[in-house]
């Protein structure tokens, strides 16, 4: 049974009562400043328990993890049996980095991408709630995740998108039977406010013009790709996670179920949370100047649009100060030359994912891996949701008359493929 007791401030620690709460702490809130809630459990009936009994927990996708989710009634834990995600090694990065990398590939979800473990979780809280629609403010994964999910549930979902959104993403979510009005940036967040104030929607995401808040019940559900992790390693904790981040959810979820299983005693240490941004990322900006809190940055372009905000929850902050951890920024042609490196590995991760590999290599030569034994980069979603960014790198196709010599050339002029003058088997 979920043992969940309460909401807990991330910043002030400030305890508040399982409830509707939204928008962050309303203690420690002031003016561009809002901290994340947190849900707190009680977990004395897990007093002893074994790496075993752990591992031989059963259920439906993230319910296997029921106990450590913040969802009582049976009944409301929907599931599209998401997670148990693969944690594969790459061998050819592994071998140039001198470390074990491992890619955690969310790319197989549901909706390929990690949002659906959020999504699940939220969504199965809006259940229990007895909320009637669910929404979200979103231009890609997240709104295809909560779309997926309502569709799973039986509830209306309504996204607040933009008009600039790639098509992909917009068929994506109308495909799950979402309703889609695109607005401006911040007119999304005022009307999405408005429904939940005043119609009971229930948002999967951020809302507030402050640091964002979001649903804190759909963070827990990212714990679970920590909990996946140690069992897939048989309890080895890797040395060092590296996740892109935009809000910053997944990253202190990852983090929250690292630290949960020390709690429980079931790992003795917990790994050190690298977050990758683009370069200028907001979380970057408040680690460099080791300010209290993220403040907003200036907005820019970057390749990788699902982690290109201008602004991070206070939770990815405390991720990276409790564990120890760092940012890197990457620029997109290294977030480009990565997707590349991924691919010669048989996966196709979105750039904004590629980013973590991106990140390891920079690490890498800087020096900073000296000692790491384990990484896992998190890929939280496939290539195909931008396969335009891809086009944009690689040569365009040769077309050629169906000759063997025109073909051969075309191979050589295109790709620098030399055939060998001899058949090799
Ligand atoms: C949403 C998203 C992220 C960042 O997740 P946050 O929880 O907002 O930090 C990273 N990668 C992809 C592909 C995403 O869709
Ligand atoms: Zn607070």
């Excluded at 659906?116 to 909320?131: I, N, P, Q, S, Y």
């Excluded at 590629?354 to 890498?364: G, N, R």
């Amino acid at each position: 049974m979920s043992k969940a007791t309460g909401l807990k401030c991330v910043s002030c620690g400030a305890e508040y009562p399982v409830s509707r709460m939204f928008e962050g702490c309303p203690r420690c809130r002031d003016g561009e400043f809002a901290a994340n809630l947190t849900v707190q459990y009680d977990y004395t009936d897990l007093n002893g328990l074994t790496r075993q009994e752990f591992g031989s927990w059963k259920g439906e996708g993230l319910w296997r993890f029921a106990p450590l989710l913040p969802i009582e009634a049976e009944e409301c834990r929907i599931s599209l049996l998401e997670g148990d995600t693969p944690l594969v090694l790459c061998r050819g990065v592994s071998e140039k980095t001198g470390v074990q990398v491992f890619a955690k590939d969310e790319s197989r979800g549901p909706t390929w991408s990690y949002k659906d473990r959020l999504a699940c979780v939220a969504t199965a809280k809006a259940l229990e709630f007895g909320a009637k629609v669910t929404t979200v403010a979103s231009t890609g994964n997240h709104g295809a995740a909560t779309a997926a999910y309502a569709a799973r549930a039986g509830l209306d979902c309504v996204v607040f998108t933009l008009p600039t959104a790639s098509e992909a993403m917009l068929s994506l979510m109308q495909a799950y039977g979402a309703k889609l009005v695109a607005t401006t940036f911040y007119g999304r967040w005022d009307l999405m406010s408005h429904c939940v104030k005043n119609f009971g929607w229930y948002p999967l995401g951020n809302y507030v013009h402050a640091l964002p808040t979001g649903n804190p019940f759909g963070v827990e559900g990212y714990k679970t790709i920590a909990y996946e992790i140690c069992l897939q390693r048989d309890w080895e904790v890797p040395d060092i996670i590296v996740s892109p981040v935009a809000y910053g959810e997944g990253f202190y979820g990852i983090w929250k179920g690292f630290r949960e299983l020390k709690q429980l005693g079931l790992i003795d240490r917990t790994p050190t949370m690298i977050a990758v941004e683009p370069s200028g990322g907001p979380l970057s900006n408040a680690v460099r100047n080791n300010l209290p809190a993220p403040v907003r940055v200036p907005s820019k372009k970057s390749v990788a649009f699902s982690i290109n905000g201008d602004m991070i929850g206070m939770q990815a902050l405390v991720a990276i100060r409790e564990s120890g951890g760092t940012t890197v920024e990457v620029p997109d042609a290294e977030i480009m030359a990565a997707q590349a490196m991924f691919g010669r590995e048989g996966l196709y991760v979105e750039p904004s994912s590629a980013a973590s590999l991106a990140a390891v290599w920079k690490m890498a030569r800087a020096g900073g891996l000296s000692g790491a034994k384990s990484i896992v980069c998190i890929i939280t979603s496939s290539g195909l949701k931008d396969p335009g960014a891809t086009a944009a790198v690689n040569p365009k196709p040769p077309v050629v008359e169906p000759q063997v010599d025109e073909m051969f050339r075309a191979l050589k002029d295109v790709y620098g493929f030399e055939v060998a003058s001899r058949i090799t088997y």
